[in-house]
């Protein structure tokens, strides 16, 4: 049994199939090995979200430059990072030279590699981090594990209440019928100026949780960096 076995009996992948990777320049562009639970989903499943359209995997083949795995997301969150390790903005819980970002959730939390150690990525553990917040959690297994958790309701993250009661399912991803530049380079946002800028907007809005992506999309065109 694979890794991947839990995860597509929880949550069917798509049909018909994605369109195959080239796993031997993906791994050459971002100079580092992949992990083979991620080679798998990513295969199997295709760019796309989880869980009610909340939790977001990067992928090689993804449809905007904000989702795309060998885009420039990865390294400019790094890039963040680093500043609020140097700098004491927010604490970081890893070194940010051993965090791979690797997808995000609609509560504005981060999904991370931990890469360590750096030549055994079917080692690599799960970190999420609070969207413009101190807190972080280690998940102690490899991506298709931690989305088994979350997706089963036996993930225990008391830190972040709105990965709790997702539905299991996966939402292939669709191209925006609009061209996406590069995207800006943005430091935290709080979600409380989002969620005002929406109301005003005529955008319906929940007090907490989780913003809607389309919210969330508009507020980032109207707000550019």
């Given at each position: 049994m694979s890794d991947l076995d839990p995860l597509t009996r929880l949550c069917p992948p798509p049909q018909p199939p994605p369109a195959p990777v080239d796993w031997g320049?993906?791994?050459?562009?971002?100079?580092?090995?992949?992990?083979?639970?991620?080679?798998?989903?990513?295969?199997?499943?295709?760019?796309?979200?989880?869980?009610?359209?909340?939790?977001?995997?990067?992928?090689?083949?993804?449809?905007?430059?904000?989702?795309?795995?060998?885009?420039?997301?990865p390294s400019r969150i790094r890039e963040h990072l680093q500043r609020d390790h140097d700098q004491g903005t927010n604490p970081v819980a890893y070194d940010p030279h051993h965090l791979f970002a690797i997808g995000g959730t609609e509560g504005g939390q981060k999904l991370f590699w931990i890469t360590e150690p750096e030549n055994a990525p079917d080692a690599w553990r799960i970190a999420v981090s609070e969207d413009k917040g101190p807190r972080w959690f280690t998940f102690d297994g490899n991506l298709s594990t931690f989305l088994v958790a979350v997706l089963s309701g036996r993930s225990d993250i008391p830190q972040f209440l709105d990965?709790?009661?997702?539905?299991?399912?996966?939402?292939?991803?669709?191209?925006?019928p609009f061209e996406v530049g590069d995207p800006p380079m943005r430091g935290p946002v709080d979600t409380d100026d989002i969620r005002d800028w929406a109301r005003a907007n005529g955008f319906r809005v929940p007090p907490r949780g989780r913003i809607p992506r389309e919210v969330r999309e508009a507020w980032e065109r109207a707000h550019p960096a």
């Amino acid at each position: 049994m694979s890794d991947l076995d839990p995860l597509t009996r929880l949550c069917p992948p798509p049909q018909p199939p994605p369109a195959p990777v080239d796993w031997g320049r993906v791994e050459a562009e971002l100079d580092m090995r992949l992990p083979e639970d991620y080679k798998q989903l990513a295969s199997v499943y295709g760019p796309g979200s989880y869980g009610g359209d909340h939790i977001s995997i990067y992928h090689p083949h993804g449809v905007t430059l904000f989702v795309n795995l060998t885009g420039p997301m990865p390294s400019r969150i790094r890039e963040h990072l680093q500043r609020d390790h140097d700098q004491g903005t927010n604490p970081v819980a890893y070194d940010p030279h051993h965090l791979f970002a690797i997808g995000g959730t609609e509560g504005g939390q981060k999904l991370f590699w931990i890469t360590e150690p750096e030549n055994a990525p079917d080692a690599w553990r799960i970190a999420v981090s609070e969207d413009k917040g101190p807190r972080w959690f280690t998940f102690d297994g490899n991506l298709s594990t931690f989305l088994v958790a979350v997706l089963s309701g036996r993930s225990d993250i008391p830190q972040f209440l709105d990965l709790r009661g997702l539905p299991a399912d996966f939402t292939p991803a669709v191209a925006p019928p609009f061209e996406v530049g590069d995207p800006p380079m943005r430091g935290p946002v709080d979600t409380d100026d989002i969620r005002d800028w929406a109301r005003a907007n005529g955008f319906r809005v929940p007090p907490r949780g989780r913003i809607p992506r389309e919210v969330r999309e508009a507020w980032e065109r109207a707000h550019p960096a």
